[in-house]
């Protein structure tokens, strides 16, 4: 009942959290494929994430010099644990408090290292796996439009959300391609 109550304080909270920070202007061109450490966080939904791992699984062979920390739900594996160099980082329901943010402890695993590109492949807004890639300080931060994106990403997405969620990925993937 008070969970939405709760999720509204915790994006509040994160939203003033992050009220200083400004990104600097820079060029996109080859942001990907001038990247050390990408961080990807999956969607929440098992469904999503196996699909979304499949539109990216064309990026392998581009991506072989290129750390990923995928940041992932689920206990069942998808098509980007299979590249090299993937570290799987398994979010369990202790890890996100009451107001839907992650804990301190599981951002600490996270972090372990930099990250020059953040990607929320999450269609909808998941308040938790926003503010990680916000959290992620890196410069690169890419999510799909909504309400508050422009408050944890630098790229947004504005596809057409009536499309099916395979054409939509195949589409991010698309646009992926072109840096």
Not at 44 to 60: C, M
Not at 124 to 147: E, M, N, Q, W
Request: with cysteine; aromatic share 12%; proline share 5%.
């Amino acid at each position: 009942m008070f969970e939405n109550a709760l999720a509204y304080v915790g994006l509040q909270f994160a939203k003033f959290q992050f009220r200083n920070d400004f990104d600097q202007p820079q060029p996109l061109t080859d942001f990907l494929r001038g990247a050390g450490n990408v961080l990807i966080t999956l969607p929440v939904g098992y469904e999503d994430a196996i699909i979304a791992g499949n539109a990216l699984r064309n990026f392998r062979e581009r991506m072989k010099g290129i750390h990923i920390t995928v940041v992932h739900n689920s206990t069942r594996e998808t098509a980007l644990a299979n590249f090299p160099r993937c570290e799987i980082i398994r979010l369990d329901p202790p890890d996100i408090n009451r107001f839907s943010l992650p804990t301190k402890t599981i951002l600490q695993r996270i972090f372990s290292r930099e990250y020059d590109v953040a990607i929320d492949l999450n269609l909808d807004f998941v308040l938790h796996t926003a503010y990680i890639c916000k959290a992620s300080r890196a410069k690169v931060r890419v999510g799909f439009a909504g309400p508050v994106a422009d408050t944890f990403f630098n790229i947004i997405l504005n596809l057409n959300k009536e499309r099916s969620p395979q054409a939509l990925y195949e589409k991010f993937a698309e646009c992926l391609a072109m840096f």
